[in-house]
């Protein structure tokens, strides 16, 4: 079983930074990949970037050149540095983690709000 703690969300105005930070605990696991999404009232969760073990990361366009991820593959964290953020990048942000198949089974952080607003 896989626990994913997230921290850093929090109330910024338009144009600051946050600093997002999940980490990963448990046993018998093997991550392939991690990730964070969110969700903003009425609309679907939505992916905004994705790194795998290898390093290889995935943004949404909406998030490119202000959003970086990263990981600590030694403490089973992953990181989303969010700058110049904007009103539209308030939502619940979730970290995910993937394991390496087969089977490959995905976990859901339980969330953490990020509020853009002046």
């Known amino acids: 079983q896989v626990q994913l703690v997230e921290s850093g969300g929090g109330l910024v105005q338009p144009g600051g930074s946050l600093r997002l930070s999940c980490a990963a605990s448990g046993s018998g696991f093997n991550i392939y990949a991690m990730g964070w999404y969110r969700q903003a009232p009425g609309k679907q969760r939505e992916l905004v970037a994705t790194i795998t073990s290898g390093g290889s990361t995935n943004y949404a366009d909406s998030v490119k050149g202000r959003f970086t991820i990263s990981r600590d593959n030694a403490k089973n964290t992953v990181y989303l540095q969010m700058n110049s953020l904007k009103p539209e990048d308030t939502a619940v942000y979730y970290c995910?983690?993937?394991?390496?198949?087969?089977?490959?089974?995905?976990?859901w952080g339980q969330g953490t709000q990020v509020t853009v607003s002046s």
């Open positions: 995910r983690l993937t394991t390496r198949g087969p089977p490959s089974v995905g976990y």
